[in-house]
């Protein structure tokens, strides 16, 4: 039989790993180095994290000390219906609407929405989760720009410039590394339309938060939805009501009128957690029987 806590993992209860060489993991709080080593000097050989991601793993360095670390596959549908609903929350200023009728203020919004069949809406990545957000938005009517090394969606593929330039919407999808950090940086964000959106439910750091919230305080974006924040860590999945936010960027953004928050929540369905639990549990039974995926 498994065992199962709900802590994550820490040096704190490496002891509930003892005899076992594959465990499974989320993806809400970083694994560091030193955890890491406690972990493969206690037996453990194979980490399947439960997530696409790997960036709270230093998966170079668990390598160095014999430990496989490997991610799962789940319902791509979760995060792209997600990704829908912020696109049309943003561009129909849902947060300011909410806000006035929370307030019973039920006056029409001096800003008019617009419709998406009226848009461009530019992809940025278009593996899984990125290419079933094409199929969602071909059935809005609206232009669909792509960009990725790999074309495999129903979409037109363009350069990342020309697609900042022309789109209306932006939305993050592609997987964080070296060199997808702060992809959209200051210069890239400039290149943007006025009064675009950005949408992510990628990763915080695809995003040079600064720079965004220059632009949206300077006007020069329509708005923002974010799904995930640079330095979310410690702040997402936590109760802060009665604690002060250190975080200055993240009340900045919240602020906003035109900025809708969320706590990495767009993967959190039924669907999606079943298939994450089910596939992690094949991840290690393959690992252990030997025949763990190429």
Same mark, same amino acid.
Request: glycine share 8%.
């Given at each position: +039989? ?31 180095? %030193? ?28 390598? %160095?000390?014999? $430990? ?6 789940? %319902? /791509? ?6 990704? !829908?609903?912020? +696109?049309? +929350? ?6 300011? $609407? $909410? ?9 029409l919004n001096d800003v008019r929405g617009k419709e998406l069949r009226d848009l ?32 495999r969606a129903a979409a037109d593929y363009v350069p990342l410039e020309p697609l ?10 592609? /997987? ?49 939805? !974010? ?46 957690? %079943? ?20």
């Open positions: +039989m498994p065992t199962i806590t709900a802590a994550a993992v820490s040096k704190a209860n490496i002891g509930l790993s003892s005899g076992n060489r594959c465990i499974s993991v989320d993806h809400k709080t970083r694994i560091t180095d %030193s955890t890491l080593l406690a972990l493969s000097r206690a037996g453990v050989e194979y980490i399947s994290t439960r997530s696409i991601g790997y960036n709270h793993i230093d998966v170079q360095y668990a390598a %160095s000390i014999g $430990i496989s670390v490997e991610n799962v596959a789940y %319902s /791509p549908d979760s995060v792209a219906d997600y990704t !829908l609903m912020l +696109m049309l +929350m943003a561009v129909r200023h849902a947060k300011s $609407i $909410i806000r006035r009728a929370d307030v019973h203020d039920y006056r461009t809406v530019g992809v940025i990545g278009t593996g899984r989760i990125g290419t079933v957000v094409v199929d969602r938005l071909r059935g809005f009517g609206c232009r669909i720009l792509a960009y990725d090394s790999l074309p900042l330039r022309q789109s209306d919407i932006v939305t993050l999808h592609t /997987p964080l590394n070296a060199g997808t950090h702060h992809l959209l940086n200051r210069r890239r964000i400039a290149q943007m339309k006025d009064g675009a959106f950005v949408i992510n439910t990628g990763r915080g750091p695809l995003l040079d938060t600064e720079a965004l919230l220059a632009a949206l305080e300077g006007g020069r974006l329509g708005g923002a939805a !974010l799904d995930v924040l640079e330095g979310e860590d410690g702040v997402f999945y936590t109760d802060c009501r009665n604690k002060p936010i250190e975080s200055k960027t993240l009340l900045r953004l919240q602020e906003l009128p035109n900025v809708i928050i969320s706590p990495h929540t767009a993967y959190y369905t039924d669907h999606a957690l %079943s298939d994450t639990v089910e596939n992690s549990i094949v991840n290690c039974l393959k690992y252990e029987s030997g025949n763990q995926r190429d």
